[in-house]
């Protein structure tokens, strides 16, 4: 079963930038759809974006614009690069991959992203 570790999580000033990475321990393949996730403060999960293995992506409207998800199959790696961040950012960011070989979908243990004001 491959595993997701997501890093690059950290404390920014709101208007700065950050890169989200999701390393997986084997290939990324049968992951047809991987996405970003997050959990902000009292809140439920939310989708972040989505992409699929042939590229086309799908983002979450607050994000659209700021934040640019993509990935390297050759690399079995994920990215999210998050520009402009605001506080309301400040969350969780949880990496997921699913495919139709798997029986439930994979996640990422999670990186803490906190945006001060």
């Known amino acids: 079963q491959v595993q997701l570790v997501e890093s690059g999580g950290g404390l920014v000033q709101a208007g700065g930038s950050l890169r989200l990475s999701c390393a997986a321990s084997g290939s990324i393949f049968n992951l047809y759809v991987m996405g970003w996730y997050r959990q902000r403060p009292g809140k439920q999960r939310e989708l972040v974006a989505t992409?699929?293995?042939?590229?086309?992506?799908n983002y979450e409207e607050s994000v659209k614009g700021r934040f640019t998800i993509s990935r390297d199959n050759a690399k079995n790696t994920m990215y999210l690069q998050l520009n402009t961040l605001k506080p309301e950012d400040t969350a969780v960011y949880y990496c997921?991959?699913?495919?139709?070989?798997?029986?439930?979908?994979?996640w990422g243990q999670g990186t803490q992203v906190t945006v001060s004001s």
């Open positions: 997921n991959g699913n495919g139709p070989a798997l029986i439930r979908p994979i």
């Open positions: 992409i699929t293995r042939e590229g086309v992506t």
